[in-house]
Structures are given as C-alpha cells and as structure tokens.
C-alpha cells in the first residue's frame, strides 16, 4: 500500500494532466505553465481529506480517463453558469447530468465550505481578501467566487467520493473545525510562514519579501 504523500502525488499528476488539456479561449492560461503553484495549492486541499476519499477521487480521475472526459473542463464549464450564463447555456447539454443524490451532496458540502471560509475572513481579512470572492452573488465574469468555484469541482466527484468527504465534513463541523482553515495553514506553510497570523501581520505591515500567495486562484 502506498503512502498518503505518494497518493496525494499521483492525484495531483494526474489532475496536473488534465489541466494541461484544458483548452481555453485565446490560448493557454498563465497558470497552465505553474506546475509548482498548482501541486501546492492541490496539496493543501487534500490535507483534510482520508484516505477513503482520496482513493475514491483517484479512481474517479482514472474514470474520467477512460471515457475521454476531462473533469477539470467539467469543472470550468459547470463554474460558468454562474460567471457567464449565456455562453453556459450552449455547453450545459453537452456535461454530465448531475444526479438529485449527488447534488444533494454537493450542495451540503458547499453550505460548510463557504461557512468556513465566511469564519476565516472574519479572522484573516487580508489574507482573505487576495484570494477569490466568497458568495455566488458575488461573481462576475472575471471573479469566480469560492462557492461557485467548490460547487463546480464538487460535481465532478463521484456519488462515492462525496459521501466520503461528507463525513469529514460532517464530523468537524460537529467538533467545531474549520477545514478551510486547515488547508489556508498548509497553503501558507508551502510558502514559508509559520502561521496565518504571520501572513496577516505582514500583508498589514507590507513585509511579505519575496515570499508571495501567487497561488491563491490556482486549483
């Protein structure tokens, strides 16, 4: 049996794979050629999940693969029926329909998301503030908001892989955990400071150096 970190290696190869296979409108995406970037901030969400769920994802990714869809275009495209609603309409008969189970699911794990995430900007509004919008009422066509966006890759999951992480979610929320909080401490971790309060202390105080949060919109 392979180790969580090598695990969490083989899913962010192959989630790197297919965000290479994103065609966008006017060519290639700035962040396509951030490998580094995109394995930080991929890592950092998995910190909260076990190993069930990971396992799970990965065989949604080999899935995925071999019936020659893309989940990372899914997710793009899912994402636009907020941001850009007509140009949604012509693709929305070309994605996977989304079962009443599934998104049931889907809907519960992004109420707890953009919960937390409302918890952590009230702490670290600057942090916050640098990375995307919160609220789908919020989006416009260049801002995706952070419950657009995990309600766009959460429906690419599997029913299996949703019930998985439901748990966790469930379980800390009952003990009084914010997960998003959990993965804001690896992001920055990666990037060298030692805490969220460290982050704020030097966004307030303008002392970042040259250890920068380029990743914060990459995932």
Known sequence: MCSRDNLIDTITAREWEFFQEVNNVGGPASCQSMPRTFSTMR?????CWDRQALESWLDDLADYRARGMNPVTIKY????????P??????????????NETHEAVEELVGLTVRWADELA??????????????TRDDTPDKTSVET???????????????SLLATYRTAAQEGRNLQELIAV???????YQSLD??????????????GLDGQHVL
């Open 43 to 47: 890592r950092a969400q998995y910190t």
């Open 77 to 84: 495209a899912r994402m636009m029926e907020s941001t850009h």
């Open 86 to 99: 007509d140009e949604f309409a012509s693709l929305a008969t070309m994605l996977p329909p989304v079962p």
């Open 122 to 135: 009230q702490h670290y509004p600057l942090y916050m503030g640098r990375g995307r919008v919160l609220h």
């Open 149 to 163: 966006y995990a309600r766009g890759e959460m429906s690419t999951y599997s029913l299996r892989t949703l019930t």
């Open 186 to 192: 690896a992001q920055v971790h990666a990037y060298g």
């Open 198 to 211: 460290d982050v704020e202390r030097a966004l307030a105080t303008g002392s970042m150096g040259d250890r």
